[in-house]
């Protein structure tokens, strides 16, 4: 599986972005795909998850939850996260993730859970 984020960028404060992550290669119908977000030096910490065949949804905190929404297209195999209310401490790489099984919640605190990564995309609020 190879995963490509895009649609980070430049944003000010309370300004909206929504990324992208396009999956090609082997993709189960079961699999599970994730958004991460990372500060050089710091773990990489999850955003949101989502499982394939209506498995559920998660958020990793109520800082995220309501702001940010995931979200998948599947005829076009492409992962979204729609961000509103952007603010500061939301700058950070954003990472897709995927693994081919069904995640729980728990998966968000264990990025070594999954098996491909993308190159990540940067956000910037200002």
């Known amino acids: 599986v190879q995963l490509v984020e895009s649609g980070g960028g430049s944003v000010q404060a309370g300004g909206s972005l929504r990324l992208s992550c396009a999956a090609s290669g082997y993709t189960s119908s079961g699999m599970c795909m994730a958004w991460f977000r990372q500060t050089l030096g710091k773990e990489r910490e999850g955003v949101a998850l989502?499982?394939?065949?209506?498995?559920?949804?998660?958020y990793a905190d109520s800082s995220v939850e309501g702001r940010f929404t995931i979200s998948r297209d599947r005829a076009k195999n492409t992962l979204y996260l729609r961000m509103s209310d952007l603010k500061p401490e939301d700058t950070d790489m954003y990472y897709c993730?995927?693994?081919?099984?069904?995640?729980?919640?728990?998966?968000?605190?264990?990025?070594?859970?999954?098996?491909?990564w993308g190159q990540g995309t940067q956000v910037t609020v200002s």
């Open positions: 993730a995927s693994k081919p099984f069904r995640c729980t919640s728990d998966a968000l605190f264990s990025p070594r859970e999954f098996r491909h």
């Open positions: 989502m499982n394939d065949n209506a498995g559920g949804t998660f």
